[in-house]
C-alpha cells in the first residue's frame, strides 16, 4: 500500500505538476530581469537616437551657413562685374538682407562679418589689375547641436 505522500506525488506526476514548490518564482525572476535588460538597452537606443539628431542639426546649422557665405560670395562678385571695383564700405559691410536671413535661418545671435583687402597686379604689358580677397564670416549659436563650445564660425575666402 502506497503512502499518502507518495500517492499524492503519483497523482502530481500524471497531472505533470510534480516540481517541487520551492521552483515556483524561478520564471517570473527570469522575465523580471529580461524585462530589464530590455529596458536599459531601449534606454541606450533612446540615447543613441537623441544623439543622432542633435548632430543633424548641427550639420543642418552648417549647411545653412555654408549656403550663406556663397550667397555673399555671388553678391561681391557681381558687384565687382559690373562696377569693376569694390567701395571701401562694401569691403566691410555685410549685406542687410543676407545678415536677416542668416538670423532667420540661424538665431538672432547669428552674425556676418566681412574683410576685403585688395591686391594690384603690375603687368608687364598693360594697366595695373585690382584683385580682391574676402574673407567672410559667419558665427552662430550651436548650444542644440553640440556639446561644449556652442559658438560656431566658418569663414571662406574668396578672390574676386
Same mark, same amino acid.
Given at each position: 500500500?502506497?503512502?499518502?505522500?507518495?500517492?499524492?506525488?503519483?497523482?502530481?506526476?500524471?497531472?505533470?505538476?510534480?516540481?517541487?514548490?520551492?521552483?515556483?518564482?524561478?520564471?517570473?525572476?527570469?522575465?523580471?530581469?529580461?524585462?530589464?535588460?530590455?529596458?536599459?538597452?531601449?534606454?541606450?537606443?533612446?540615447?543613441?537616437?537623441?544623439?543622432?539628431?542633435?548632430?543633424?542639426?548641427?550639420?543642418?546649422?552648417?549647411?545653412? $551657413?555654408?549656403?550663406?557665405?556663397?550667397?555673399?560670395?555671388? @553678391?561681391?562678385? =557681381? %558687384?565687382?562685374?559690373? !562696377?569693376?571695383? #569694390?567701395? &571701401?564700405?562694401?569691403?566691410?559691410?555685410?549685406?542687410?538682407?543676407?545678415?536677416?536671413?542668416?538670423? $532667420?535661418?540661424?538665431?538672432?545671435?547669428?552674425?556676418?562679418? @566681412?574683410?576685403? =583687402? %585688395?591686391?594690384?597686379? !603690375?603687368?608687364? #604689358?598693360? &594697366?595695373?589689375?585690382?584683385?580682391?580677397?574676402?574673407?567672410?564670416?559667419?558665427t552662430w549659436d550651436d548650444?542644440?547641436?553640440?556639446?561644449?563650445?556652442?559658438?560656431?564660425?566658418?569663414? =571662406?575666402?574668396?578672390?574676386?
Open positions: 500500500m502506497k503512502t499518502p505522500d507518495l500517492m499524492q506525488f503519483a497523482r502530481l506526476k500524471r497531472q505533470g505538476r510534480a516540481t517541487p514548490r520551492r521552483q515556483r518564482g524561478v520564471s517570473l525572476l527570469e522575465v523580471l530581469i529580461a524585462m530589464l535588460i530590455l529596458a536599459f538597452g531601449l534606454l541606450g537606443l533612446i540615447a543613441m537616437q537623441m544623439a543622432t539628431l542633435r548632430n543633424n542639426q548641427s550639420a543642418f546649422d552648417r549647411s545653412r $551657413a555654408i549656403m550663406a557665405v556663397y550667397s555673399v560670395a555671388d @553678391i561681391k562678385r =557681381t %558687384e565687382y562685374l559690373d !562696377t569693376g571695383e #569694390l567701395t &571701401d564700405a562694401s569691403m566691410t559691410a555685410f549685406p542687410s538682407e543676407q545678415l536677416t536671413d542668416l538670423k $532667420a535661418n540661424l538665431g538672432q545671435s547669428a552674425d556676418g562679418a @566681412i574683410a576685403c =583687402t %585688395e591686391t594690384t597686379l !603690375t603687368p608687364v #604689358l598693360g &594697366d595695373d589689375i585690382s584683385r580682391y580677397t574676402c574673407a567672410i564670416t559667419i548650444s542644440l547641436g553640440l556639446e561644449g563650445d556652442s559658438s560656431q564660425s566658418l569663414t =571662406t575666402r574668396v578672390q574676386l
